[in-house]
């Protein structure tokens, strides 16, 4: 399980346990349509719509007249399950995706007792735009997605997300009420170490990038240094050039004297001298 699981699982949570603030959410993508495609925020990917914007507004309603309800616990064996079957999903035709022996998948970790539910989101590049197209079901008169993300009789997560080749990127959400594993090393995950793990990474890498970064400014400074060590502060590098033209008669040196500050812009001086 990556990163970008775990926020998927903390998205449907938020939406679970906080439905009307979430709605505010939802309502706010009404700005983001242009006609019926939707280009969601900081995403070049425009989403092409049966229902337009009126099918969020639905769901925004939905959430708001809501109530709360339990969350989901990150379950080992469910994303294990979810992995697996999201490899088989980007291997198969979308249209042959019911086709995929799911039970056979499950039987590999152990069984579920009392409900299941399975989701598949197509296109979503955020959390957040995952959740939401599952929340909304464009399309789905049912609105089935949105009826299993409010099961109440759901205790259990596992999510899997990765690239596909015709939507850019598949994600996998199983629910259950109970899973009983067949490996008691399972029982032994603890999803509250391993995401004070990739919180570690993740800061260590900020870490590392802020040190290349110091790094490249020092050394952006020493070769402003070597160009001209003489350079005013919030100068990187000053060019001097003298021509002779002759005005009015008389012969004049013209120095021209450029600045190349550091904040990228340029500055020009020009001097005229009359030397004959």
Known sequence: MDAFSIQVSNELN???????????????????FKGTILRFPNSNIGIQTQEGSSAYEEAAEFLENHK????????????????????????????KVN??????????????????????????????MVISNLLVSDGDESRSQRVSMFNENLNLIGVASGKHNQYGQCTIILTCTKFNSNNPDYDKFEFEDYKNSLNNQTEKLKSKNTH????????????????DPDCPEGVRKV??????????????????????????SVQTEIEKETIG
């Open 212 to 227: 290349l970064q110091n790094l490249e400014k020092s050394k952006n400074t020493h070769l402003q240094n070597l160009e």
């Open 239 to 264: 060019v001097k050039s003298e021509s002779e033209v002759v005005e009015g008669g008389k012969r004049k040196k013209i120095i021209k004297t450029v600045k190349y500050m550091e904040d990228g």
């Open 68 to 95: 709360k309800i339990n969350s989901l616990q990150l379950n080992y064996p469910l994303c294990l399950i979810a992995k697996d079957f999201l490899k088989e999903v980007q291997k198969t035709d979308i249209n």
């Open 99 to 128: 086709e995929i022996d799911l039970e056979s998948i499950i039987s590999k970790y152990g069984n579920f007792t009392g409900a299941f539910s399975r989701a598949i989101d197509f296109g979503g590049t955020e959390p957040e």
């Open 14 to 32: 938020q939406i679970r346990t906080s439905p009307e603030a979430y709605a505010k959410k939802i309502r706010d993508y009404k700005k983001y």
